[in-house]
């Protein structure tokens, strides 16, 4: 079970699903076209945050390209929890 902590929005989850299954670097536009119901101003507030809690990274700073690191694998497959959240 993928859990949710005090930072975290509902619309995370299925923002890393996004990224995970891109199975590459995108960018944010990339994320936002294929997120039903995730509004383009939200990917885009949740993308700091995500990498400043280590389940997605920037790879490429002057085009914005972003991909899911091993952690942000690790918490869609169940496998982090929510004290691992917190504590990042």
């Known amino acids: 079970m993928r ?5 975290m929005t509902k619309s995370d989850p299925a923002i890393l699903e996004v990224f995970e299954e891109a ?16 509004s383009k101003s939200t990917i885009s507030r949740r993308l700091p945050v995500l990498v400043d809690h280590g389940l997605l ?15 942000g694998r690790a918490y869609l497959e169940g496998e982090l929890e929510s ?6």
């Open 23 to 38: 199975g590459i670097a995108i960018p944010p536009a990339v994320a936002e076209y294929n997120l039903m119901g995730v």
């Open 83 to 88: 004290d691992d959240l917190e504590s990042s």
């Open 57 to 71: 990274e920037r790879v490429d700073e002057d085009r914005g390209y972003y991909q899911i690191t091993d952690r």
């Open 3 to 7: 859990p949710l902590v005090s930072w």
